[in-house]
């Protein structure tokens, strides 16, 4: 059965790392186990033409489908005033699905280092 992804709109620094701490759930609100699972995301502008980047994935907790995402420097600091992110989900069978797409709105980030 195919699901529906949940919409999360973010908000990154320009010129910053973004973290983004993600809990997968199912439908009954009891979390995914991810062992053995693939998680991907990436970030590509509105016409899919330009991929602008990938977030890093860390499996936090694959029992409790917890997992950490990252946008480094490298990518912040080219995104675009508006881009569009999603984050697919492949189980032990090879089934992919998407769980979660959003808007990436960032911030200008004025500090350098």
């Known amino acids: 059965m195919a699901i529906t992804p949940a919409s999360y709109n973010?908000?990154?620094?320009?010129r910053a790392d973004f973290p983004l701490d993600l809990t997968f759930k199912d439908s009954t609100g009891a979390a995914?186990?991810?062992?053995?699972?693939?998680?991907?995301?990436?970030?590509?502008?509105k016409e899919r033409t330009s991929?602008?980047?990938?977030?890093?994935?860390?499996v936090t907790s694959a029992a409790?489908?917890?997992?950490?995402l990252?946008?480094?420097?490298?990518?912040?600091?080219n995104l675009p005033d508006e881009a569009y992110y999603d984050v697919m989900l492949i189980?032990?069978?090879g089934l992919r699905e998407y769980?979660?797409?959003g808007?990436?709105?960032?911030?200008?980030?004025?500090?350098?280092?």
């Open 10 to 14: 973010i908000r990154p620094q320009r």
């Open 70 to 77: 990252k946008l480094g420097y490298a990518i912040t600091v």
């Open 32 to 45: 995914i186990n991810l062992t053995g699972w693939t998680v991907l995301a990436q970030v590509w502008n």
């Open 103 to 113: 808007i990436v709105r960032p911030s200008q980030g004025y500090t350098t280092p």
């Open 51 to 58: 991929k602008i980047g990938d977030f890093t994935v860390t």
């Open 91 to 93: 189980n032990g069978s």
């Open 99 to 101: 769980y979660l797409e």
């Open 64 to 68: 409790n489908g917890q997992v950490n």
